[in-house]
């Protein structure tokens, strides 16, 4: 009942940027926090940034100072700039959002691929 998609990956030179976005949908009674996590081949799932229905944000410390979240409230969205992007920024990245439907649960989307190469 509720669904999240992702746009905005591809590929990048290294130094360019992408903003990601993910919007939330279904029967939502609110939105309690949403974040970016990604992976890459072979590593685990980490977390890249979060922000909270109160605007505290969060953010891995490898992409501090290059990358920013935001929300907006009335469009249940959520989005990530990416600057200065480095190979190693290379993964897909997962949407994740905190919702209150009848009860309080996790709900991610499929991923979406970003690539940073010359």
């Known amino acids: 009942q509720v669904q999240l998609v992702e746009s905005g990956g591809g590929l990048v030179q290294p130094g360019g940027s992408l903003r990601l976005s993910c919007t939330a949908s279904?029967?939502?009674?609110?939105?309690?926090?949403m974040g970016w996590y990604r992976q890459a081949p072979g590593k685990e799932r980490e977390l890249v940034a979060s922000?909270?229905?109160?605007?505290?944000?969060n953010y891995a410390d490898s992409v501090k100072g290059r990358f920013t979240i935001s929300g907006d409230n009335a469009k249940n969205t959520v989005y990530l700039q990416m600057n200065s992007l480095k190979p190693e920024d290379t993964a897909v990245y997962y949407c994740?959002?905190?919702?209150?439907?009848?009860?309080?649960?996790?709900?991610w989307g499929k991923g979406t691929l970003v690539t940073v190469s010359s």
């Open positions: 279904g029967s939502i009674f609110s939105i309690n926090a």
């Open positions: 922000i909270t229905s109160g605007s505290i944000t």
């Open positions: 994740k959002a905190v919702i209150q439907t009848w009860y309080n649960g996790a709900y």
